[in-house]
Nanobody, 125 residues
């Protein structure tokens, strides 16, 4: 059974930093590209960042570029999202997802093979 389990969410002040982690099990992790997405209640899910299976290629949404960093450890089956210079508009439930390939669909939040249940990040003023 495939599981993606996010951790690291919580309450953080604007301007601060937080690190999210996603632990994967039950899948050949190093063959999947990994994606972070987020969703604010009442709004559509939004692409945040993606990393290729090798870790050599990364993609970011314009809204987080320069502030967030995605990384992965294929030995530990984990993918991380380092979030800095946080803004109140970064408040959302953050989801980890696995996809066989990164495409334009990925940036639309589609084509994921597996999803985690999400972790809430709240950025206060």
């Amino acid at each position: 059974q495939v599981q993606l389990v996010e951790s690291g969410g919580g309450l953080v002040q604007a301007g601060g930093s937080v690190r999210l982690s996603c632990a994967a099990s039950g899948l050949p992790f190093s063959t999947y590209s990994m994606v972070w997405l987020r969703q604010v209640p009442g709004k559509e899910r939004e692409f945040v960042a993606a990393i290729s299976w090798s870790g050599r290629t990364t993609f970011y949404s314009d809204s987080v570029k320069g502030r967030f960093t995605i990384s992965r450890d294929n030995n530990r089956n984990t993918v991380n999202l380092e979030m800095s210079t946080l803004k109140p508009e970064d408040t959302a439930v953050y989801y980890c997802a696995a996809t066989k390939s990164i495409s334009t669909e990925t940036q639309q939040g589609r084509g994921m093979s597996y999803w985690g249940k999400g972790t809430l990040v709240t950025v206060s003023l």
